[in-house]
Every structure is written in structure tokens, then in C-alpha cells.
């Protein structure tokens, strides 16, 4: 099962690290930094497993 809930796995901290991440990422792929997206995805190894998709949780201009 996949849902949309929001996470405190990723703090604002590792949000900031891994924007830098992707800006230079970004830079050294030529690629617009305005265009990225970050989603974030959880998964508990439960049986089933539960997979959490939080899409476009992040970037330039949108802050968890």
C-alpha cells in the first residue's frame, strides 16, 4: 500500500543537506534547479511491507 503522509524522518536540517545535494547535482548535470523535485519515500518491513510516497515534498520554493 502506497499513501501520501507526511514524515518526520527528514528535519529540516537534512532537508537543507540534501537540497545542496541536489543543486549540485543539479549544476553538474546542467540541469534547471527549478525543475527538481524531492519526494520522500518510507517503507517498514512489516508483513505486508507499507511503503509511504510523500510526492514533491521539498525544493526551491516549497519547505516541508
Request: glycine share 6%; no cysteine; hydrophobic share 40%.
Amino acid at each position: 500500500m502506497i499513501t501520501a503522509r507526511r514524515t518526520g524522518a527528514v528535519d529540516p536540517e537534512k532537508q537543507r543537506y540534501t537540497e545542496r545535494a541536489g543543486r549540485e547535482y543539479a549544476r553538474r548535470a546542467n540541469v534547471d534547479f527549478g525543475l527538481v523535485r524531492f519526494d520522500i519515500v518510507s517503507v517498514l518491513l512489516t508483513h505486508p511491507p507499507k511503503i509511504d510516497l510523500l510526492r514533491d515534498a521539498f525544493g526551491p520554493q516549497r519547505t516541508l
